[in-house]
């Protein structure tokens, strides 16, 4: 993919091809296990970048792609859903490049792993064979058949009771994980809601209705379980 350049967005970098990702590096010499990091609907912005940040302090080295890199939200996200939905297209190339990317970094172990939030949990549960060493799916949905998850890698997952949009996802995923014999843990907050650990306190104004019905938003309590689980988990599975 070329030699890492850096862009004019703030810190972001240039892989090539148009895609731009964030690059969260841990503090100090040597190297570490790598993350990729995918986004929500809202794409790459501040509240990722510092899940990027936060993920680095804990001594992983974090590359977070714009799944829009190539036209913005408004052109992409439809797409992007669709390649979801799907199980293949451009998002699917572009997880596998910056897959393949970190782990011939020097600073990287070789060992990757995936978190991907919202959207991009969705991503993270269908990425689970494709070279992962572990996945951390938050509040994402589920693949329409659970059949694609066999032989995928460990998953940690977390989910919010009060998510009226994945009613019941915890508990299939687990059934689902526990069949295929793959080693997960699958947890789900009686006090949250989707997007429980987005620290945003203000979403754009014409989504604030749907999130309040479904209620949506920041619940800092679960959200410090669900990282605390995390690094335990990935520190099992990519350390």
């Known amino acids: ?15 090539g091809s148009g895609l731009r990702a964030y690059l969260a590096t841990p503090a100090g010499d040597g190297t570490h296990p790598g993350v990729v990091m995918i986004h929500e609907a809202w794409g790459l912005d501040d509240v990722l970048r510092r899940q990027a940040e ?5 001594g992983y080295l974090v590359l977070a792609p714009d799944l829009f890199s190539r036209g913005g939200a408004l052109r ?15 998002a699917f190339d572009d ?3 910056c897959r ?9 172990t070789g060992s990757v792993g995936i978190i991907g939030f919202c959207m991009g949990g969705g991503f993270a549960l269908l990425t689970t064979t494709r070279g992962f060493d572990a996945s951390a799916p938050c509040y994402g949905m589920l693949p329409e058949t659970p059949q694609v998850l066999r032989g995928g ?8 009771g009060r998510d009226s949009m994945l009613a019941g996802a915890a508990d299939k995923l687990d059934r689902a994980l526990t069949a295929y014999e793959i080693p997960h843990d699958v947890k789900e907050y009686p006090d949250a809601g989707h997007a429980f650990m987005n620290d945003r306190e203000n979403a754009p104004a014409p989504l604030r ?22 690094d335990a988990f990935f520190g099992e599975h990519l350390r």
Request: include cysteine.
């Open 1 to 15: 993919m070329g030699d890492m350049e850096r862009t004019p967005f703030t810190d972001d970098i240039d892989l």
């Open 76 to 90: 992409c996200l439809v797409p992007t859903f669709q390649a979801l939905r799907r199980g293949s297209g451009p």
């Open 95 to 97: 997880i596998e490049a």
């Open 153 to 160: 890698c460990p998953v940690v997952a977390s989910y919010g």
């Open 100 to 108: 393949a990317w970190l782990a011939e970094q020097p600073g990287c």
């Open 209 to 230: 209705p749907l999130l309040r019905v479904t209620g949506a938003g920041p619940e800092p309590e679960s959200a410090a379980d669900a990282w605390s689980r995390i």
């Open 54 to 58: 936060h993920l680095a302090g804990l």
